[in-house]
């Protein structure tokens, strides 16, 4: 049995509510339209498709998006080794939706961390409390319109938080660049980067020139 | 059984006199027995261990008695990336520690935050207690400790210590007849 034969079977028993199994190296990707459905279609995928184990439960900050979250549930049955992945959305204005720790009981921290990092609550969760960060912390820290530096907070006696100033930073490096140059962590602005990089790859080439190296080719 | 070694008196060592000051022969004590309290709070903590283990061997500087107990060490060793929610337990512990007492902070993450310029990292744990030593590094290997440890004790052989309490008194004293003749 593969991967998508199990999406089909899950297809078959859902029907409008999935999306068509979409397929990226090898791995199967089930969109659910309804997430308040999210327990009806994993219970059926764990107890009749044998998805036994919930390899992973993340969420993604879609900011700028309506819905602006997504969650995706990492299913995997340790009998069929498949892996099946499920994703479904929720809106910035009720961002809730039921827990999966009834169907699994490992999405209990999964389901806190998320709650813990961007504020989606599961609805039914045995113990919705913060699993990183302190009890009244006030922000969801990994939501992409919290700044990188982080806010101040105060929790008397618990701890507190201070900005950290990023000095020009955010820092970003860029794999897969030609050389050290262009690879190397520093601040990265989409409109002025090809400039400034082609400016230093220039400054680069002279020096290679003088050691009898050939020029590195300019980015677009 | 006869010898002609005479026992239990060492007339060539107890008959000299050495003569230094009080306060070099206490910070001589001091320094040679400096108990380290290891706050381990990430990787820099398994090259503290190290520096304790058998290759480094930290006891050649008589700090290798760690003490978990802050109440018995002399420094603390903050070992690692101090998180927000980790600070205020650091600096209880520092608080609960006797005077007098030490701090080095070991790599990174500990003197500025390291690498970790985010929203969850203290950016060096200079800000919530004082630091006497840094160590650089990512993490810093055991000899770097070892050095910072030896700058320490060359710091800490030059503290006034009679002279201090001396001085307290003095202004104590001073202080307790104050009012009386303002």
Known sequence: MSSLELAQKLIAEFGEALSAPSEFRGETTLVLKEAERIVDVCSFGKTSLRFDFLTDLSSVDNYGEDPRFTLIYELYGLEHACHLRLKTNVGEERPELPTVTTVWRTADWHEREIYDMMGIRFRGHPDLRRILMWEGYPYFPLLKDFPLAGKPSEMPDVAFTNAAPLEGGPFVTIAGGTDTIAREPRVRIPETDALETNARLERRSDIREAHGLGPIEKKP | ?182
């Open chain 2, 1 to 182: 059984m006869q010898t002609n070694t005479e026992i239990g008196y060492n007339s060539k060592v107890e008959g000299d006199v050495v003569i230094t000051r009080l306060d070099a022969a206490l910070d001589w004590c001091r320094k040679n027995s400096l108990w380290p309290m290891p706050m381990g709070l990430a990787c820099c903590a398994i090259e503290l261990m190290a520096a304790g283990a058998s290759r480094f061997d930290i006891s050649r500087f008589g700090a290798e008695v760690m003490r978990f107990s802050p109440r018995q060490s002399d420094v603390m060793i903050v070992a690692g990336t101090v998180t927000y929610k980790m600070a205020l337990a650091v600096k209880r512990i520092y608080d609960q520690m006797a005077e007098p007492k030490w701090v080095i902070a070991m790599g990174a993450c500990a003197s500025t935050g390291g690498m970790y310029r985010s929203y969850a990292v203290l950016q060096g744990v200079d800000r919530i207690i004082p630091v006497d030593v840094y160590v650089a590094g990512c993490p810093p290997r055991p000899e770097a400790l070892l050095d910072a440890l030896i700058k320490l004790q060359s710091a800490v052989a030059k503290e006034p210590v009679v002279s201090r309490l001396t001085l307290t008194s003095i202004l104590r004293k001073s202080s307790e007849v104050e009012p009386v003749n303002s």
